[in-house]
């Protein structure tokens, strides 16, 4: 029964990445993102012109940003087993996870607001749109100290049969450094490290969802591990 | 590889600390690959930039890091025969070419803000400031390693222990020979 | 005193001093004017670089005496890396 909510709860994140890139990507087109050197009519047209497709599609990134919240927990739940009476690094990933729900959540939100009126003035719908972008690409460091504090508690584990495999947790620290870019676009509208640049934002989303295919296979053993112990112990 | 096979093939450290060292040298291999291409673009500009820059600085910290990966190396190697106090003198005198860095790179960086330059002064100071940022976190992240490490001497090193050392000093080690390719490529190549 | 000296490690720091003494010469006097030498010599200076990194690599990383396949790995990171680096200096040279 346990087992069977925890893999729920990972097959939670495989439904976000679906369906975010389906609402995200494919309907609201928002990839490659508006280039930021855009002039505030230029952004004004994207949303008068996609308006249905931006409404609908983040509708569907929204439910999705939700779904990270069963997925944050399940890796929670994970990393406390490793810590055991004191989960200090699981508290802090479920707590910085969290905060990466509403990352994931609130520009959907801007997005909208800025296609719910598209006649409005073209600066209003350009500030929405900066909004939206800067809360999506800058805020690294929610996913930092996730991150960090995942790799963390894979390296502390002292057990017999560890619950994740030690090369996860460098994999994880990796991570988190690969998204510090993320914090450089308040300086440029061009560039590498603009928010629509190579460095600052397609390496971090790439990685981002490499990162979600990884844990979810690393997530189904540690599961499978623990209902493999538990069932042996109760006989 | 024109060196005859070494007797025995043992793999340096953890397995899983290469997947974090050669993913960051991937990236900033990377990092160097746009930053290269970008100089192409426009040489007058890099080269323009590139002469506000002062070498001594890069050089003396390219020394300085030199130098601490030497001293990892042999605490590592002492730590293997038991030296365990000799290994962490050697650890913390690494920790503190690590802070020489820190405070030469502080220096320099206040240098160029109080002249006006900033990392959106041009394309040129955005990867000088980029690079050396970046890098310079990964040295605040090798110095709490080495730190770590050095209070790790205290007690009896199981096999396990050992590759824990080794392990934190490759991550070092890289933290080096990344500084060793920015310094050309920010200071010296145009 | 003289184990350290003796230490395996001891010579390649000195050719990575050198090494640094060398670039840093070089790049401070080197021909800046435009043209071929400025070519030759970023190119030098890259190739003296990825020579220091190999060094660190394969002696203070110990991947001399690792399993093939991370010898491999990177040897692959310093020719693609340094190669690309030194083909754009060359397709950037007008």
């Known amino acids: 029964m346990n087992s069977k909510s925890q893999l729920f709860c990972a097959w939670c994140g495989i439904g976000f990445l679906l369906l975010f890139t389906a609402g995200w990507w494919f309907l609201a087109r928002f990839l490659p993102p508006p280039a930021p050197s855009l002039d505030a009519a230029e952004v004004a047209a994207i949303y008068q012109q996609h308006t249905g497709g931006i409404r609908f599609g983040l509708v569907l990134a929204m439910i999705a940003a939700a779904l990270t919240a069963p997925w944050v927990a399940v890796i929670a739940i994970q990393l406390r087993r490793i810590e055991g009476n004191t989960p200090a690094l699981a508290y802090t990933m479920l707590v910085a996870g969290a905060v990466g729900v509403l990352v994931l959540l609130l520009p959907t939100l801007l997005w909208t607001t800025a296609a719910f009126r ?67 676009v308040t300086f440029f509208k061009t560039g590498p490290f603009a928010w629509n640049g190579l460095l600052a934002f397609w390496l971090p989303l790439v990685v981002f969802f490499i990162w979600f295919l990884i844990m979810f296979a690393a997530l189904l053993s540690a599961i499978r591990q623990q209902s493999g112990t538990t069932a042996s112990s109760a006989v | 590889m024109t060196s005859p096979p070494p007797a025995i093939q043992r793999l340096p450290g953890e397995a899983g600390i290469w997947v974090l060292v050669l993913g960051d040298m991937c990236v900033f291999g990377l990092f160097f690959g746009v930053f290269t291409y970008f100089q192409g673009l426009n040489p007058e500009l890099y080269s323009q930039s590139q002469a506000t820059l002062n070498t001594h600085y890069g050089a003396v910290n390219t020394l300085l890091l030199l130098l601490s990966s030497w001293l990892v190396v042999v605490a590592v190697d002492g730590l293997r025969e038991g030296h365990n106090i000799r290994a962490a003198k050697f650890l913390i005198s690494a920790f503190l070419c690590g802070a020489g860095f820190c405070v030469i790179k502080v220096i320099e960086y206040s240098e160029k803000i109080s002249s006006g330059i900033g990392i959106t002064t041009n394309e040129f100071f955005m990867y000088y400031y980029v690079l050396t940022g970046l890098h310079f976190l990964h040295v605040l992240i090798g110095m709490a390693v080495l730190i770590y490490l050095a209070g790790k001497t205290r007690r009896e090193l199981s096999d396990k222990d050992i590759q824990v050392f080794e392990s934190g000093a490759i991550f070092w080690h890289m933290v080096d020979l990344l500084w060793i390719v920015i310094f050309p490529l920010l200071y010296l190549v145009n | 005193m003289t184990a350290l000296i003796k230490h395996p490690a001891t010579p390649v720091w000195f050719v990575l001093v050198a090494a640094t003494l060398i670039a840093w010469w070089f790049g401070d006097n080197a021909a800046r004017e435009p043209g071929q030498s400025v070519l030759w010599t970023s190119i030098a200076l890259i190739a003296i670089a990825f020579f220091k990194v190999r060094l660190v690599i394969r002696h203070f990383m110990e991947v001399k005496n690792g399993p093939w396949q991370l010898q491999l790995i990177c040897e692959l990171w310093l020719l693609g890396v340094c190669g690309a680096l030194c083909g754009m200096k060359w397709l950037a040279r007008y």
């Open chain 1, 118 to 184: 598209p006649e409005r003035g073209a600066d209003l719908v350009m500030l929405l749109n900066d909004l939206g972008w800067l809360l999506f690409v800058m805020t690294f460091s929610p996913f930092f100290i996730q991150n960090l504090v995942i790799g963390l508690a894979i390296l502390g584990d002292k057990g017999a049969e560890p619950v994740f495999p030690r090369w996860l947790g460098y994999f994880n620290i990796w991570v988190a450094i690969l998204f510090v870019p993320g914090g450089l």
